[in-house]
């Protein structure tokens, strides 16, 4: 079994959570569910989100999880410096650091996409670029994969971004990747607007515009 971790805050959009249920679906649909999940937060206990709602969470520690997910919030909100922290020293901890949305902004923040080609929101990318400029923005992608870490463009796209885990290059990393992709990618990439509009959601097309970054090993 994986450990998946979800990072809340307080204000983080519940559209985040859209996320969670490609994982969802594949303990559903893989034998053994093959995936823990858990919501951490700085101070753990009960995060108030951007409706209201409250989320149970677990306080940061040093345990390791095979992929930590940063979502994001309606608006991006500056990071408390105890976020920053644990951000700024998960590659070392976690096989795979991704973010969702304007979950961006906090990876940009705790310096890890420094370098790397990213997304975010069309809405928000031009933002990010300004605030971060060493940050690669491809604004243009449903999500982006450089290296060991991730990003999405909006909310329903981190759907895409999880679905691309279970179809990713290591066919024996994700258990029971070809029936999550036979029943749950079709509905997904179904939806959505023209493929290539300018909003940058060819969400009819993802795995032909949506290609890893290869990267060289650091």
């Not at 029971?176 to 997904?188: E, W």
């Amino acid at each position: 079994m994986r450990d998946i971790a979800f990072v809340v805050y307080p204000g983080y959009s519940v559209m985040a959570l859209a996320v969670v249920t490609a994982f969802e679906v594949a303990n559903m649909l893989a034998e053994g569910a093959p995936y823990d999940l858990h919501f951490v937060s700085e101070t753990g206990g009960a995060i108030k989100t951007s409706s209201g709602m409250r989320l149970e969470s677990e306080a940061f520690t040093a345990m390791s999880f095979d992929t930590l997910v940063v979502g994001g919030s309606t608006v991006p909100i500056p990071s408390t410096p105890g976020l920053i922290a644990f951000m700024r020293d998960a590659p070392k901890r976690h096989r795979r650091v991704a973010a969702v949305c304007t979950g961006a902004f906090v990876l940009a923040e705790a310096g890890l996409l420094d370098g790397r080609h990213a997304t975010t929101h069309w809405l928000h990318a031009r933002n990010l670029q300004r605030q971060f400029p060493k940050v690669k923005m491809d604004e243009d992608r449903i999500f982006v994969n450089d290296g060991p870490i991730w990003t999405s463009a909006g909310m329903t796209a981190g759907i895409d971004l999880g679905l691309e885990h279970f179809r990713g290059a290591d066919e024996n990393v994700d258990g029971g990747r070809h029936r999550v992709d036979r029943d749950c990618s079709h509905p997904v990439l179904a939806v959505g607007g023209p493929p290539h509009d300018h909003h940058g959601a060819p969400e009819l097309e993802t795995v032909a515009v949506a290609q890893p970054i290869s990267t060289p090993t650091r």
